[in-house]
């Protein structure tokens, strides 16, 4: 492809949708760091939500948004999201994904926090089919061109111009594209477009257990904080309440649909009150309490009792029922020796996602002339301090529209990109101690899980931020001799968020929402967001 008009960085829910859209006006090319449908999109369980039962009123998925989100969610974000949640399903429904259900008359789900059945879904598999109706459809559009296995390094700014294209003041303040690491041949090259949206997902495996797949390492966060953008509310991580406990498969997401649909959790045998529910003590709303609520309620018992899991249980239900409506989870467990219509499952929280973000405005718009940032990567001001169930697929393509048409209606604003310098390689040469970024690696994650998780102190805190300054070093020593691969690429961003994490939680004198701090286990009325400004 010639030079594209737009740029995308990532090919889940969020850069597809826009992608769609550009490309009935312009050349747009999609680079992913590596299969295209290796992002958190296409791990999605439970659904989408959207007001669409006769019952159900945006008001009531706007109030159920913003109790989850702790107060801190922008109001006008959420309508805006809410009231284009159902036109974004009909869009789906165009492009083929097989909803459960009958337009008109979609099966509607229940998770936590809904007050109604709101969740939109494919079985439980919803971000399988999405991601494959998805880039069916991109793969079918002669103005979309996809790499995949190409890692973005680092943005393209003003800074990058060649000397010969410098005219002038430079306010370094305009995003031109990015380098990004050509997995099969090594080489970076430089792509540069008119506009660039940044849709790279979370950065859930900053932690040591996460539902995240392995390429959820905040890249966009950090590439657009090193840029220039302001970043958001980065103390709000969430931690989903059951994430399967085994000792091979780490990351394997039990659906909230499960409770939503009557699964109980209890303590496991062997303890007092083993055997009996245990959620009626934390929250009158039990198993359909908000995650945050459900997840320290789990870590609180397993701290307090010294066990490994606590169980999920939907074995009183009809089995046929469990099995139909669960059919990709029943399979899977019983592949691991748990048959769950006549047994509970172990759990246990692992982070799930990352609400806050590259902080953009309702049409997506960062600080950066020229770029945009879209779904998990960014922070919009739905989530709030937390997220509600199912919200975040649907930001992903009310945002991505929204990006999308803003550009487009923007045209003129956008110039053609300057002359830019290559990427230079003439310094480096081939490392000679891999095991620097894998032990790093594990370190970083491990530390994150227990200083920086569900509950922190002031003191977890500090730690957490020393160990990440001596990280820090060490790898900004290393890349700067060593040719750059992808996985230092993703430890360097693993970094980066990490210290944001750690910056925006140290800033929080608060507990609200997904960040509880035992030093400041009250709440602040008048506390705001955590927003940090790059120097
Ligand atoms: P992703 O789908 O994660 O895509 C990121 C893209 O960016 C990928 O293509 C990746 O290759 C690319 N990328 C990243 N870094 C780079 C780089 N350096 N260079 C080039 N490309 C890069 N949400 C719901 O609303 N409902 C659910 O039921 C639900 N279930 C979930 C279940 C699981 C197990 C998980 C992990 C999450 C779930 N979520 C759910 C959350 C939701 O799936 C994600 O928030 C959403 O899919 C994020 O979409 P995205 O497009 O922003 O990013
Ligand atoms: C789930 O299916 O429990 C995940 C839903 C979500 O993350 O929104």
């Given amino acids: 492809m010639s030079q594209p008009d737009v740029l995308i960085i990532g090919s889940g829910a969020a850069g597809l949708t826009a992608a769609l859209v550009l490309a009935e006006r312009c050349k747009v090319l999609v680079l992913a760091k590596g299969a295209l449908d290796a992002g958190s999109t296409a791990w999605a369980q439970g659904g989408i939500a959207a007001v669409l039962d006769k019952g159900d009123t945006f008001e009531d998925h706007i109030r159920d948004t913003m109790i989850a989100g702790g107060g801190l969610n922008r109001r006008e974000t959420v309508e805006f999201v809410v009231e284009h949640a159902p036109e974004a399903i009909r869009r789906l429904i165009e492009i083929g994904v097989p909803f459960n259900g009958e337009e008109g008359a979609l099966h509607l789900t229940r998770e936590g926090g809904h007050s109604h059945r709101r969740i ?76 660039t949206i940044l849709a790279t997902g979370g950065a859930g495996r900053t932690y040591l257990f996460s539902t995240a797949p392995r390429g959820a390492t905040g890249d966009g966060i950090a590439m657009a904080w090193r840029a220039g953008c302001r970043v958001s509310n980065m103390e709000f991580m969430q931690f989903h309440p059951t994430c399967l406990y085994n000792l091979e498969v780490k990351n394997f997401l039990i659906t909230e649909a499960v409770r939503g649909e009557g699964g109980h959790l209890k303590l496991p045998p062997g303890v007092p009150g083993g055997g009996t529910r245990f959620m009626q003590q934390f929250d009158p709303r039990e198993e359909l309490a908000p995650r945050d609520v459900v997840a320290r309620a789990i870590d609180h018992e397993i701290k307090r009792l010294g066990l490994d899991y606590v169980h999920l249980d939907i074995s009183h239900k009809d089995p046929e029922f469990v099995r139909t409506h669960f059919p990709n989870i029943y399979e899977r467990l019983l592949g691991l020796g748990i048959d ?21 405005d309702l049409a997506g718009r960062t600080d950066m002339a020229g770029l945009y940032a879209v779904g998990e990567c960014s922070e919009s001001g739905l989530h709030g301090a937390n997220r509600l169930a199912s919200n975040s697929l649907l930001e992903c393509f009310v945002f991505g529209d929204a990006a999308a048409h803003d550009i487009l209606a923007r045209w003129d604003e956008f110039a053609a990109p300057p002359p830019l310098r290559p990427w230079d390689s003439s310094r480096v040469t081939d490392s ?34 020393h160990r990440i300054k001596l990280l820090k070093n060490e790898v900004n020593e290393y890349y700067g001799h060593f040719r750059v691969t992808a996985d230092l690429i993703e430890l360097r961003n693993l970094l980066q968020t990490a210290e944001l994490i750690v910056k925006s939680a140290r800033a929080r004198r608060e507990s609200r929402g997904l960040h509880f701090n035992q030093d400041y286990p009250r709440t602040h009325p008048a506390a705001r967001d955590t927003i940090l400004v790059p120097h």
């Fill in 432 to 465: 000679d101690e891999e095991v620097v970024i894998k032990q790093n690696w594990t370190e970083l994650r491990r530390f994150m899980w227990n200083y920086v998780g569900i509950v922190r102190t002031n003191k977890r805190l500090e730690r957490a931020a």
């Fill in 340 to 360: 769950m219509t006549k047994e509970p499952i172990p759990v246990v929280p692992a982070q799930h996602y990352t609400c806050g973000g590259v902080l953009i």
């Fill in 120 to 195: 939109v879904h494919v079985d439980d598999a919803t971000g399988w089919a999405v991601q494959q109706a998805l880039i069916s459809a991109a793969r079918a559009h002669p103005n979309i061109t996809m790499r995949p296995e190409m890692v973005a390094v680092d943005l393209v700014t003003d800074r990058h111009m060649t000397d010969h294209a410098r005219t002038g003041e430079c306010n370094e303040r305009r995003v031109w594209g990015v380098y990004a690491l050509d997995n099969t041949t090594g080489k970076v090259e430089c792509f540069a477009a008119r506009a």
